[in-house]
Nanobody, 122 residues
Framework: QVQLVESGGGLVPAGGSLRLSCAASGRSFSNIVMGWFRQAPGKERELVAAISWSVRRPYVADSVKGRFTISVDIANNTVYLQMNTLKPEDTAVYYC???????????????WGQGTQVTVSS
C-alpha cells in the first residue's frame, strides 16, 4: 500500500506561484509513476503532470506546459509540482496519485492523496 500526503495549496493572485508537495510512504514497488491531477467543480478530473520514479522523465499536459514543472526527491519519496504564472482557470482541487504504470485517466491510478485546494484570484 502507498500513502500520499499533500501540502502547498492556497490562495494566490493571478501571475503568482505555488509549489505543491506530495510525500509518499509505504511504497513497495520501484517502477511507480506519480502524477498530479486537478478537478474543478463540474469538470472531469484531469492529469496535469506525471513522472516515473525510475526514469524520471516528466510528462506535462499541454494546458500547463511552460508554466508547471514536476520533479521528484527520491531520497525523501516526495514529488513536487511547481506552478508558475498561475491563471484563474488553474483553480481546482489538486490531487497527488500513484500507480505502477503511467496513464492519463484517473481511473487507472490505485493510490490517491486527499487533495489540496488551489485558488487563483484575478
Amino acid at each position: 500500500q502507498v500513502q500520499l500526503v499533500e501540502s502547498g495549496g492556497g490562495l494566490v493572485p493571478a501571475g503568482g506561484s505555488l509549489r505543491l508537495s506530495c510525500a509518499a510512504s509505504g511504497r513497495s514497488f520501484s517502477n511507480i509513476v506519480m502524477g498530479w491531477f486537478r478537478q474543478a467543480p463540474g469538470k472531469e478530473r484531469e492529469l496535469v503532470a506525471a513522472i516515473s520514479w525510475s526514469v524520471r522523465r516528466p510528462y506535462v499536459a499541454d494546458s500547463v506546459k511552460g508554466r508547471f514543472t514536476i520533479s521528484v526527491d527520491i531520497a525523501n519519496n516526495t514529488v513536487y509540482l511547481q506552478m508558475n504564472t498561475l491563471k484563474p482557470e488553474d483553480t481546482a482541487v489538486y490531487y497527488c496519485a500513484a500507480d505502477p504504470k503511467f496513464a492519463v485517466l484517473p481511473k487507472y491510478y490505485a493510490y490517491w492523496g486527499q487533495g489540496t485546494q488551489v485558488t487563483v484570484s484575478s
